[in-house]
């Protein structure tokens, strides 16, 4: 079992709230980690139907069963227990008492937000980050098999092929939780919807063209993408709008949260595809972008990610926003470092010499190197990125 680096988040909140609720994608591994940090406490999966409808009838009674507190299992299907929750940890006034999972935030975060405001912690678990796996030595040492393979625990605890395991993710969760949230008539639209939404990772989001790919209106794209953000497939990344003198772009960039659930939508069928696939360098900045976001989660943060581009078409890959300090990387998966990947890297510095700060570059070689201030590093060095 690969330590998460999650788990002292999750340790710490429990010390200061009476509920913790871990969120994320469906088979990220939140009751794994839950049952891990507190192995003492009573395990209950509410998709047990069972156990849902006592809660769901009884709540008083259901809750009754856990004297000493419970891991509550995709909680989000019983939203009317977190009124009896909230009166029950009132009244007993202890730190860690209940940990509640969930995979959809539409169904979790929003009826916590009503009931339990104040007295929940929140961690936002995705899939594997490259470091647990390089520390638990199950990191690909390949490149182009990382990013076809992805980070979700079950591709690691099992011996399946990526892509028939993400082929049955989608038709097993991902469209299943769709038809919870939204009316889709027609599955087949939203699964090319996803296709399409695979192959425009790492681009600016527009949702006239997705809908018109799609058949459908952009008011329905755009209800589409908020179901796949509220289910941690797929994020958008908001341009940083320092003003430079220049005009910015507005829309945000979509990026998926793994690359191997993007890889098997997107019909890429082998790992040596993507040696020369035009979705290479995609691919590789939303692994970067992802490989961030999840840092920022596993410490109990939100993310401070943002891209940068003018209208003159000058862009950084990622802005790091720490403070007051802007911290630009640019992400290239060559794996031969030529002068042009320093562009827009040296135009931001240019334009921001008022503020000095180190800029990284990582690609998709090996090599590390200084120039300027300038700090090159590999992709397997991705963990030195600060």
Not at 9 to 38: C, M, N, W
Not at 167 to 172: E, F, L, R
Not at 239 to 247: S, V
């Amino acid at each position: 079992m690969l330590k998460r680096d999650a788990a002292t988040t999750l340790r710490d909140k429990a010390e200061h709230y009476p509920i913790v609720a871990i969120t994320g994608p469906r088979q990220a591994g939140k009751s794994t980690l839950a049952k891990l940090v507190f192995p003492h406490k009573q395990y209950c999966s509410l998709e047990d139907l069972d156990h849902r409808r006592f809660a769901s009838e009884d709540p008083r009674g259901f809750l009754s069963q856990f004297p000493n507190g419970a891991i509550l299992d995709e909680a989000q299907h019983c939203p009317d227990l977190f009124s009896y929750l909230q009166t029950l940890v009132d009244s007993q006034k202890e730190r860690g008492l209940f940990i509640l999972t969930g995979s959809q935030q539409f169904g979790l975060t929003a009826k916590i937000s009503q009931s339990l405001a104040g007295r929940v912690g929140f961690v936002q678990l995705l899939p594997f980050t490259f470091n647990e796996l390089e520390t638990g030595d199950l990191a690909p040492s390949n490149l182009e098999k990382m990013l076809f393979s992805g980070f979700y625990p079950p591709i690691y605890d099992r011996t399946i092929s990526p892509q028939s395991w993400y082929s049955d993710y989608v038709m097993t969760y991902v469209e299943r939780d769709v038809r919870q949230l939204v009316h889709v008539q027609d599955l087949r639209v939203f699964h090319r919807f996803l296709q399409m939404c695979a192959v425009r990772t790492g681009q600016l989001v527009n949702l006239s063209s997705i809908a018109n790919d799609c058949g459908i209106t952009h008011n329905t794209a755009k209800a589409w993408i908020s179901v796949l953000e509220a289910s941690y497939i797929l994020f958008l990344l908001p341009p940083h709008h320092r003003n430079f003198n220049k005009r910015l772009t507005k829309s945000p960039k979509l990026y998926f949260y793994d690359t191997g659930l993007a890889c098997t939508l997107a019909g890429i069928q082998a790992a040596e595809q993507l040696v020369t696939h035009p979705m290479r360098g995609a691919l590789f900045e939303t692994w970067v972008v992802s490989e961030l976001i999840k840092r920022r989660f596993n410490q109990g943060l939100l993310s401070n990610l943002y891209f940068w581009r003018d209208a003159q078409g000058h862009e950084v890959d990622i802005i790091l926003e720490e403070g007051n300090h802007l911290i630009p990387i640019e992400v290239k998966s060559g794996q031969t470092i030529t002068s042009d990947y320093f562009s827009g890297l040296q135009y931001w510095l240019a334009l921001n010499h008022d503020t000095p700060c180190p800029a990284w570059l990582i690609y998709g070689g090996t090599q590390e190197q200084k120039r300027a201030n300038i700090h090159v590093i590999g992709w397997q060095a991705i963990d030195q990125l600060k």
